[in-house]
């Protein structure tokens, strides 16, 4: 593991090749799992500010969904997270064709809200977890991302790499910059 400003990086964010395939995986991630996405507590005024900016997007069941029940609800550690349609998909997922896709992200797209999606989606597979210095990314193993190991084999792109644009949302270029000497460092040398 490496230690960067007190964020411990476990080594497979540094070794795992992989880049999302949402035309193998179909945005599963969106729609599969017990819970909806983890929220930061300052997302929540962001949601709020920003989610009916994505109305157009969602589906009339992740409409009325966030209308019932608002736009977060707690999991079963009392953790934060967005509403789920039916216990299943996210309520601000969106369909193209078969393929999930976020609302709140297309909203951001299209330039009608600047909150583009909560941090944990944007670092998905990357989870982030507290450690004994600060922050602890973690890489969640998943059946569902078989298709993401597999580009990642082909583009030859590894894990921190592809996630740079919210690894940098999360902790800065500075950080990133950081991240990206000790990887090589650690490529090179790798720990036997």
């Known amino acids: 593991m490496l230690i960067i400003d007190g964020v411990i990086v476990n080594e497979d964010l540094l070794q795992v090749l992989f880049v999302c395939d949402t035309d193998k995986c179909y945005g599963a991630c969106c729609v599969e799992g017990d819970a909806g996405a983890p929220l930061l507590p300052e997302e929540i005024g962001e949601l709020e500010d920003n989610w009916q900016a994505a109305i157009p997007y969602m589906t009339p069941k992740g409409i009325e969904t966030i209308q019932q029940q608002g736009v977060f609800e707690y999991d079963e550690m009392g953790h934060f997270v967005t509403p789920l349609v039916d216990g299943r998909e996210c309520a601000f ?38 450690g004994v210095t600060g922050d602890n990314l973690i890489y969640h193993k998943w059946q569902i991302c078989k298709p993401a190991l597999k580009n990642g084999r082909i583009t030859r792109l590894l ?34």
């Not at 800065?172 to 040398?189: D, I, P, S």
């Open 93 to 130: 997922v969106f369909y193209q064709g078969n393929i999930a896709r976020c609302a709140l992200e297309q909203a951001f797209f299209e330039k009608k809200s600047h909150f583009r999606k909560p941090e944990s989606c944007h670092l998905y597979p990357i989870r982030v977890g507290k």
């Open 159 to 192: 894990l921190y790499q592809f996630l740079k644009e919210p690894l940098i949302r999360r902790y800065g270029v500075e950080w990133y910059n950081k991240l990206e000497k000790a990887a090589a460092a650690f490529l090179n040398h790798p720990k036997k």
